[in-house]
C-alpha cells in the first residue's frame, strides 16, 4: 500500500516564539480561529527544528526569550536568509529599542500589553506584504460565507439574513468544521469570555441558524447536534475558495 502525502495547507503560516505559556497559547488559539496555520515555541531553540522543516510567512518574536533573545535571534535568521515577515512584541516602547528591533530585520513593532484587535491588524497587513491572505471566503453546500463582506450568499446570489452573533457562530463552527466544539467553547469565542450567558443559548442560535439557511438533508451541510457536548459541524459538499 502507498501512502499519499497530503496536500500542502493554503492558509497563511505563523510561527509563535514566546516563552509565556499563557500568551503563546492565547495568541495562537486566536490566530488559529482567524484562519491562519499557526505553530508556536517557547525559545528560539525549540523553533529551530520548525524553521528547518518548513517556510513560515509570518514570524511573532517576543524580545525577551530565555537563551538568545529576539533581536539575536532576528539577526540571525535575516543572516540565514530566512526571508518571513517578523513582527516583534515587546514590555518596552523605547526608542532604541524600536531601532534595534527594526536594524535585526524585523518589519513591525508591538508593545505589550497590546489589544488583540490591533495585533491581528498589524498580523493581517504583515501576511499581506508576504504575498498570502487568510481566507475570506468559506462555501458550504449552496451557499457562500464571506468574511470579508460579512455576509452569507445563497447560490442565486441573494443574501441570508443574519444577526451579528448569528453570523459569529456560523464562521466559527465553518472556522473548526468536523472537530467537536463544546458549548462552553463556543459562547467565549462567539459572546465572548465576559459574558455571562446561558450555555442553552447556543441551542437557540444553532436552531435558529438552521431555519435562516432552509436545512434540510440534502443541503449539502449539517450542523451535528453532540448531546451533553455541543456541536460539531460538517461540510458534506464545497470547501474554503
Known amino acids: 500500500m502507498t501512502t499519499q502525502t497530503p496536500p500542502p495547507s493554503t492558509r497563511p503560516t505563523i510561527l509563535i516564539v514566546e516563552d509565556d505559556a499563557n500568551l503563546r497559547m492565547g495568541l495562537r488559539d486566536n490566530l488559529r480561529d482567524e484562519g491562519y496555520d499557526v505553530t ?21 518574536l517576543d524580545v525577551m526569550l530565555p537563551g538568545e533573545d529576539g533581536y539575536s535571534f532576528c539577526r540571525r535568521l535575516r543572516a540565514e536568509g530566512v526571508k518571513s515577515m517578523v513582527l516583534m512584541l515587546t514590555a518596552r516602547s523605547l526608542e532604541d529599542d524600536l ?32 504575498g498570502t491572505a487568510p481566507p475570506q471566503v468559506v462555501t458550504f453546500g449552496t451557499f457562500t460565507l464571506d468574511l470579508g463582506r460579512r455576509a452569507v450568499l445563497r447560490a442565486d446570489g441573494g443574501e441570508v439574513d443574519l444577526t451579528r452573533t448569528e453570523f459569529d457562530l456560523l464562521a466559527f463552527l465553518l472556522r473548526h468544521r ?15 469570555r465576559d459574558v455571562v450567558v446561558d450555555p442553552r443559548t447556543v441551542d437557540n442560535f444553532v436552531s435558529n441558524l438552521k431555519k435562516k439557511l432552509g436545512w434540510t438533508s440534502t443541503s449539502g451541510f449539517t450542523i451535528h447536534t453532540l448531546r451533553g457536548v455541543g456541536y460539531r459541524m460538517e461540510v458534506l459538499s464545497g470547501g474554503p475558495s
Not at 528560539?44 to 510567512?57: C, G, M, N, T, Y
Not at 468536523?178 to 462552553?184: I, Q, T
Open 40 to 60: 508556536d515555541a517557547p525559545s528560539a531553540k525549540d523553533a529551530a527544528p520548525h524553521l528547518e522543516s518548513r517556510v513560515f510567512d509570518l514570524l511573532i
Open 99 to 130: 531601532v534595534r528591533g527594526f536594524e535585526a530585520g524585523a518589519q513591525d513593532y508591538l508593545t505589550k500589553p497590546y489589544r488583540l484587535r490591533e495585533l491581528l491588524a498589524r498580523v493581517q497587513a504583515l501576511v499581506r506584504r508576504a
Open 178 to 192: 468536523d472537530r467537536a466544539l463544546p458549548r462552553g467553547e463556543i459562547l467565549d469565542a462567539v459572546w465572548g
